[in-house]
């Protein structure tokens, strides 16, 4: 589990539990330094409740595959759905309250041919993105939110 400065406590997470009245539908995007658009087209995107607890627990997470890590006892009261091929996302019927979106924009590159001959042929890849993150005070009814590299937390974005 991960470093928590903040007690955890149930009564904390109450309000955040169960069908509620709104929405919350975004996006996550962003633009490499040539320009080209990405999103988080098939990666995971996490509604966390936005109490004291998870701020502390979003606070020092590095990588999206370690939101169990950081969320801890509290992973149970979060929501997780995936962004579609155009890099959209939706939660339906959450309960009105501060929340936290979660999210990454990975993709590969192309790192340059080795000039050792025996490697000539072989082609290098690297990843690049990182972890996107943004709170949103949603109200009943429809709540929408944009993440963009201007929401980086983590990571080694090239944008």
Partial sequence: MGVHHVPFSDADFRQYLGRGRADIEGSALGR???GEAKTCAGYPVYLAPGNAFDQDAVANLGLLSAVDLAAGPALRYWRKTACDAQGRF??????????IVITSIVYEISAPNFSNPTFANLQATAQEGGLL??????TNGPNDVVLTTDDTHIGNFQF
């Fill in 133 to 138: 993150m943004r709170s949103i005070e949603a």
């Fill in 90 to 99: 939706v939660f339906r019927h959450v309960p009105a309250g501060n929340w």
């Fill in 32 to 34: 490499t330094q040539g």
